[in-house]
């Protein structure tokens, strides 16, 4: 005997659970189906973002950070330290705890809200009146019939041809997150997130890190000039970055990993280290969905096939987050799943691509939204820019981490900010103030004219802001 509902959701990632939650709210009875397990076998939902992406990387990036101070700035305020050490096991294991929170946190918000929660793997049956057949594959055999059915399948770590990962010694943002040694040599094959916040947490507890990537700019999707900042800081932390590379054979052996490689200018070379982490990209999450049976229309890449409103080719059928075209961040598979819930129950749901903020949370972190510089001169964009340095900053000075800057791009004749660029410490919170004024279309003296608390971080958005204008206060 089947089970029915209003809407079902494919995934309990950030896009799943949370367009679970919203479409509850508005009255519909709702289930949602995942698969993830926990150490024991239980209930993990989630997604890459709790199990093994956003939520661990940041706790493991906390622990090395704070290593970090006390290795090498608790001196500065005075605070001895003898005998230091760093027990990796441990620093995973608090890791894995603060995961669990977040499991559990979900299967609350579930129970709160009264979405009926299924674990296992779901897959497309076939189309029934007024709606589709979904069976589930878990512990216990389900079959779910859904009027409305929501994909929030994500994606999947993207392995290098002929160097397959194993989770021991060619890791993925999983295995990477799952190392209990500090590994003395280090590789890593990109230079995006997942590669240099996993690079700086090992190199902080004692790796010797080198990350190769590709292509001939460093973080080629950042603003330039905060990308040339940023760089600067992490060759000086000593992080070994190469550009331009070529990567070859990679041989496995019980010991290591061996690269071969070619650098930029042709020369061939070999990195032997004890661990590699592969990051090159993600790619979306279809495996098993059986989409054949419905028809449910897959693009080149394997992405589900939306609109502009995630409405895939087959009615009562949506997919929301790194299952579809856009970018693959938590944050944006979140609007999305409200967006959809709040489509199914007749309301108009919205989301602005334009103003999604990007985070890197290294030291010093990385926060941009809207248009870089360069996107803008490419455009034919007339704009103003104002950059103003955390060296002039009083918080700053006080905290001891000065570097970077917050750089503001404004319209030349409206003054409309089009674009904040951060490179600095808490980019991360910076950045949200600037999200909310470009979702506001303010201009950059709008935040140049609002009072900024004294001393603040904040101040230098402001100072910023100021620049635009050329009449900066404290530089």
């Known amino acids: 005997m089947s089970k029915q509902f209003d809407v079902i959701v494919i995934g309990g990632g950030p896009g799943g659970y949370i367009a679970a939650i919203r479409a509850a709210q508005l009255g519909k009875n709702v289930a949602c189906v995942d ?71 979900i299967l609350y918000l579930f129970k709160k809200n009264k979405v009926s929660f299924f674990h296992g793997r779901a897959s497309f049956a076939k189309a029934v009146d007024g709606g589709y057949e979904i069976k589930v594959a878990g512990t216990a055999e389900e079959t779910l019939v859904g009027q409305q059915i929501i994909v929030a399948t994500g994606s999947n770590a993207r392995a290098l041809p002929g160097a397959a990962f194993d989770e021991s010694m060619v890791l993925s943002n999983e295995g990477a997150l ?16 997942i590669g240099l916040e996993m690079g700086s947490v090992w190199r902080r507890l004692g790796s010797e890190v080198t990350i190769l990537e590709g292509l001939p ?8 000039q905060i990308a040339k900042e940023a760089h600067k800081a992490f060759v000086k932390q000593g992080l070994k970055i190469e550009l331009g590379v070529k990567v070859g054979d990679i041989k496995v052996g019980k010991k290591g990993v061996s690269v071969a490689w070619t650098n930029a200018k042709g020369e061939a070379q070999t990195l032997d280290v004890d661990k590699l982490i592969v990051s090159i990209g993600r790619v979306p999450n279809t495996i098993g969905l059986n989409a054949e049976a419905v028809g449910l229309q897959l693009d080149e890449r394997g992405a589900i096939v939306v609109d502009g409103d995630c409405k895939t080719n087959l009615p009562g059928v949506w997919a929301v987050g790194d299952v579809v075209r856009g970018p693959m961040l938590a944050h944006k598979a979140e609007e999305e799943g409200v967006a959809v819930a709040e489509r199914i129950a007749g309301q108009h749901g919205h989301v602005d691509f334009n103003t999604i903020p990007w985070v890197i949370y290294t030291s010093p972190e990385i926060a941009w939204v809207g248009r870089t510089e360069q996107q803008l001169k490419k455009d034919g964009v007339a704009y103003k820019a104002g950059t103003f340095p955390f060296l002039a900053n009083g918080r700053a000075r006080a905290l001891g981490d000065t570097t970077g800057m917050v750089k503001m791009l404004a319209d030349a004749t409206s003054d409309e900010i089009l674009g904040v660029h951060i490179v600095g410490p808490m980019a991360s919170e910076l950045i949200a103030e600037c999200v909310l004024a470009m979702a506001f279309r303010a201009s950059s003296e709008d935040i140049a004219r609002v009072c900024h608390a004294h001393p603040t971080l904040s101040e230098s958005t402001k100072e910023a802001a100021l620049a635009v204008d050329k009449r900066t206060l404290n530089f």
């Open 178 to 193: 799952a190392l209990t040694e500090v590994p003395k040599k280090l590789g890593l094959i990109g230079s995006g997130v």
């Open 217 to 224: 700019d460093f973080l080629g999707a950042v603003d330039q």
């Open 35 to 105: 698969e993830w397990k926990n150490a024991k076998g239980g209930p993990a939902p989630g997604g890459t973002c709790t199990n093994v992406g956003c939520i661990p990387s940041k706790a493991l990036l906390q622990s090395s950070e704070h290593f970090e101070q006390a290795s090498h700035h608790f001196a500065d305020h005075g605070i001895a330290v003898k005998g230091l050490s760093m027990d990796a096991a441990k620093m995973v294991a608090r890791k894995d705890a603060v995961v669990k929170q977040n499991n559990d946190g």
